[in-house]
Every structure is written in structure tokens, then in C-alpha cells.
């Protein structure tokens, strides 16, 4: 019996083996998507999981802490107490049906508000507050309407965050270097739109009052970019 001919009959013995008694294709077991860690602090599981497998320019790991770390500031200049909890796991899974293999086609805030109990479960994060922490994820859009502490000033972080310096970074950071979407001057449309839907859209008191200064630095960095592109024609 020649190499070649036990090749081929180990092929066809291999191929008849992937069906089933009922003559249906036996299918590759799907892959285990990632998971939070059991058994250790929730809150260290939650970052150490965030930052394995939420990695993008603009809405990765360093988005969820500057959200965290800017809702509680926020709250803080406004005297309002939030459930440190919530805040915390809702901040750091807003987007977590942005990134493979949580994303779909549906709105990845509804998707990650239906997906965080499995994500949590088992964790030893308080099950008894999941509702409020799926209520902050599904409304941190800046165009949909928050209810409750948490869910309010994690709305507004998450819209502060289109604004000022960061604003462009963030905008900038996602520009395709090959000329796909966004382009540099796509990336000034982005610009341009979230100072324009932005800050209508906040609502606390301390929110409001950033609004000044982040508008102001956007401004005035479109006016000197325009300036020095030919009105973005050389951009």
C-alpha cells in the first residue's frame, strides 16, 4: 500500500467519522467566550477582564476609568451619594458588546445591559444590584435618557468624554491609517457632530459645568486645525 493511498484513507475514514448516526455533520463545539474570574476581589476580576479583552483607542479600558473616575467627581461636586458598586461594574462593562465575540448587530448598549448578570454571576459582586447596573448601561449614550443616580452621572462622564482634548484624542485615535472610515477629514465631521449634540444632552449640575471648557478646547483646536489644512483640504 503506497504513502499516498493510506493518506487518502485516513482522510475519507477521518471525513466519514464527522457525521452523525443520522447522517448530519457533527459541528465544532463553539468557542468558550471570555469570562470574568471566579473567586477573586469582583472589582480586580472586572479590570483585570476589561483590560484583556476591551482594547480599542476610544472606548477600551482607559475610557471605562476616566467614566468611573469622572462620574464619582461629578457626583461629588453635586453632594450626591452613589452605590459605588453599580457605578463601578456598569462603568467598567458599558461597552463590553462592542468588542468580538459580545458584539451584534443590535445597539451595543442594550446588549451589554442583557449580557452583564452572566458576566457577574458568581463573581461575588452584589447580585441584588444588577438591575441598577444594567439601567446605567443601557442609557450611557448621550442621547438616551438616564434614571437614577448611577446611571445619571455615568450618562454624563460617558458625554464628557466626546468633549475637550480627550475628545480628539479618542476621535483621532480611530482614524484609519490606510484612508477607510473615519479619514481625517471624517474625523472632524465626528468632531463637529459631538460638539453640536454633546452638551445639550447633559444633565447634572456639575456636568453642565464642564461643558465650558471641553466645548472651548474643541473649539479652539478645529479653528487652528482648519487654519492649517486650507479649511481641512490638506487634512
Not at 467614566?67 to 457605578?87: M, Q, R
Not at 458599558?94 to 452583564?116: E, G, I, K, W
Request: with cysteine; charged share 25%.
Amino acid at each position: 500500500m503506497s504513502v499516498t493511498y493510506k493518506k487518502c484513507l485516513a482522510h475519507t475514514l477521518f471525513a466519514a467519522l464527522a457525521f452523525t448516526a443520522t447522517g448530519m455533520p457533527v459541528q465544532a463545539a463553539e468557542a468558550a467566550k471570555p469570562a470574568i474570574e471566579h473567586g477573586a476581589d469582583w472589582r480586580t476580576a472586572v479590570q483585570t477582564f476589561v483590560k484583556a479583552n476591551m482594547k480599542h483607542p476610544a472606548w477600551g479600558y482607559s475610557h471605562s476609568e476616566r467614566d468611573y473616575v469622572l462620574a464619582k467627581e461629578l457626583a461629588a461636586a453635586d453632594g450626591v451619594t452613589l452605590d459605588d458598586d453599580v457605578l463601578f461594574a456598569a462603568s467598567y462593562l458599558h461597552d463590553v458588546a462592542a468588542f468580538a465575540p459580545f458584539r451584534t448587530s443590535a445597539d451595543h448598549q442594550d446588549v451589554a445591559a442583557d449580557l452583564v448578570p452572566s458576566l457577574l454571576e458568581g463573581t461575588g459582586f452584589p447580585m441584588a444590584k444588577i438591575e441598577a447596573v444594567r439601567g446605567a448601561i443601557r442609557t450611557h449614550m448621550y442621547a438616551r435618557d438616564p434614571k437614577g443616580p448611577e446611571a445619571i452621572y455615568l450618562h454624563d462622564a460617558d458625554a464628557l468624554d466626546w468633549l475637550g482634548a480627550i475628545g480628539i484624542a479618542r476621535i483621532f485615535g480611530i482614524v484609519d491609517p490606510a484612508g477607510g472610515s473615519p479619514d481625517g477629514p471624517g474625523a472632524v465631521k465626528r468632531l463637529e457632530d459631538s460638539l453640536e449634540s454633546v452638551p445639550p444632552r447633559i444633565i447634572s449640575k456639575a456636568g453642565k459645568a464642564r461643558i465650558e471648557q471641553r466645548a472651548r478646547e474643541l473649539k479652539d483646536f478645529l479653528s487652528a486645525l482648519r487654519a492649517e489644512t486650507a479649511d481641512i483640504r490638506r487634512l
